[in-house]
């Protein structure tokens, strides 16, 4: 990406500002990728491509995320598989794919992060929206969410969404919350939500949480 140092001399004023635009838009790119909103990251791909069509710096970002959606949509096929960012010894590799609904887009780096360090893949998203968009690409094997959106409190309609939808794959899903009141906790429990966290979170204690889910549901197939 260029900086403004960068910028050839002699351009005129429409294609430096395009020149800025491109780059603008490439970092939002780099940040979304960051917090694992592949959807997203493509959605604003389109955009650059929009405003120059042979942007290397767009197609390398462009492969690199296809490579990503290609292994979640094919783990299980071949072994383990992980994020691309990060090599986790034999170990700690795991094939389950996690989603992270979260508006704070803090929280959804440090969480992909966090997640990727223990082995998982990891995709976010940061609405209701983007959440059904990014199920409709790939079934995650674990979902997080928050209870209360800006919207209100969509976390509750995105659980019921996804149990509709999921069909027979019964996935566990957690709820992060500023609050959890009585309201919410009943709420959480009458609707069979497999966990409750209260945020700020600790990392390593969502993690903890995935894997005990993860766990139950692996014992509840064998069971059945």
Do not use: C
């Not at 691309?84 to 780096?109: C, G, W, Y």
């Not at 995650?140 to 209360?148: F, G, L």
């Not at 009458?190 to 700020?200: E, T, Y």
């Amino acid at each position: 990406m260029d900086s403004e140092d960068d910028v050839p001399q002699g351009l005129s004023p429409a294609e430096v500002y395009r020149r800025k635009k491109v780059d603008h838009y490439l970092r939002i790119v780099q940040d979304h990728v960051d917090m694992g909103r592949y959807i997203s990251a493509l959605k604003t791909l389109d955009i650059v491509f929009s405003l120059d069509r042979n942007n290397q710096d767009a197609r390398d970002i462009r492969k690199a995320v296809d490579d990503i959606l290609s292994r979640m949509l094919h783990r299980g096929k071949n072994g383990h598989s992980t994020d691309e960012s990060f090599h986790p010894p034999a170990t700690l590799r795991r094939n389950e794919l996690v989603m992270i609904v979260d508006q704070d887009e803090r929280l959804l780096k440090s969480m992909t992060d966090s997640l990727r360090k223990y082995g998982f893949m990891s995709i976010g998203a940061s609405s209701f929206e983007e959440a059904v968009d990014t199920y409709a690409l790939v079934r995650p094997d674990v979902a997080i969410s928050e209870v209360n959106f800006e919207t209100g409190p969509r976390g509750f309609d995105l659980y019921s969404w996804l149990k509709t939808n999921s069909g027979r794959d019964n996935i566990p899903f957690l709820f992060l919350a500023t609050r959890i009141d009585r309201e919410t906790l009943i709420a959480g429990k009458r609707f069979g939500v497999d966990d409750l966290i209260l945020k700020p979170v600790d990392n390593d204690v969502v993690i903890a949480s995935v894997i005990n889910s993860l766990s139950r549901r692996k014992a509840a197939l064998v069971q059945a």
